[in-house]
Antibody, heavy 118, light 110 residues
Framework: EVQLVESGGGLVQPGGSLRLSCATSGFTFSGYWMHWVRQAPGKGLVWVSVINHDGSMTSYADSVKGRFTISRDNAKNTLYLQMNSLRVEDTAVYYC???????????WGQGTLVTVSS | QSALTQPPSASGSPGQSVTISCTGTSSDVGGYNYVSWYQQHPGKAPKLMISEVSERPSGVPDRFSGSKSGNTASLTVSGLQAEDEADYYCSSYAGSNNLVFGGGTKLTVL
């Protein structure tokens, strides 16, 4: 059974940093691209970032470029999102998600809430 | 990276059909056959319902179907059932390793 379990969310002040983790199991992690997608309270899904299977390619939404860094440790089957210079508008549930073929997303974690507030 | 345009709401009675649209540009929806649709119930993670415009993953009822014409993709739910009431999101590859979602549509089963 494919499982994605996010952790690391919490309350942080504007300008602060946070690192999210996503522990995976039930599939060959090193064979898949992975995404982070976020959802502000009561709002829609917003794509954040993607990383290819070996970490050699990363891409980011304009809204987080230069502030967030996606990475992965294939030996630990874990995906990461380092978030720096956090803003109030970054407040959201952050989902770790497995890329399906041709830019679909076939498995999602349960999400971890990040709240940026003073 | 502008969000795709979806109607905020849609509704239908049990047994009826409803279609939800997803409008983009030639740089995303119109440029690639990489449109997906997701169903999200309150407090739950999204679920993949359609990929590559019209492909249904295993386990998704055949009441759900997808199509595309030009810069607009569509999700049709036939034979509406109470459990179909949820939020629906489209997504599309937007080139340069970027993905974009629609704003979401709340489907109400009357």
């Amino acid at each position: 059974e494919v499982q994605l379990v996010e952790s690391g969310g919490g309350l942080v002040q504007p300008g602060g940093s946070l690192r999210l983790s996503c522990a995976t199991s039930g599939f060959t992690f090193s064979g898949y691209w992975m995404h982070w997608v976020r959802q502000a309270p009561g709002k829609g899904l917003v794509w954040v970032s993607v990383i290819n299977h070996d970490g050699s390619m990363t891409s980011y939404a304009d809204s987080v470029k230069g502030r967030f860094t996606i990475s992965r440790d294939n030996a630990k089957n874990t995906l990461y999102l380092q978030m720096n210079s956090l803003r109030v508008e970054d407040t959201a549930v952050y989902y770790c998600a497995r890329a399906a073929r041709n830019w679909g997303i076939d498995y999602w974690g349960q999400g971890t809430l990040v709240t940026v507030s003073s | 990276q502008s969000a795709l345009t979806q109607p905020p709401s849609a509704s239908g009675s049990p047994g009826q059909s409803v279609t939800i649209s997803c409008t983009g540009t030639s740089s995303d929806v119109g440029g690639y056959n990489y449109v997906s649709w997701y169903q999200q119930h309150p407090g739950k993670a999204p679920k993949l319902m359609i990929s590559e415009v019209s492909e249904r993953p295993s386990g998704v009822p055949d009441r759900f179907s997808g199509s595309k014409s030009g810069n607009t993709a569509s999700l049709t739910v036939s034979g509406l059932q109470a459990e179909d009431e949820a939020d629906y999101y489209c997504s599309s590859y937007a080139g340069s390793n970027n993905l974009v979602f629609g704003g979401g549509t709340k489907l109400t089963v009357l």
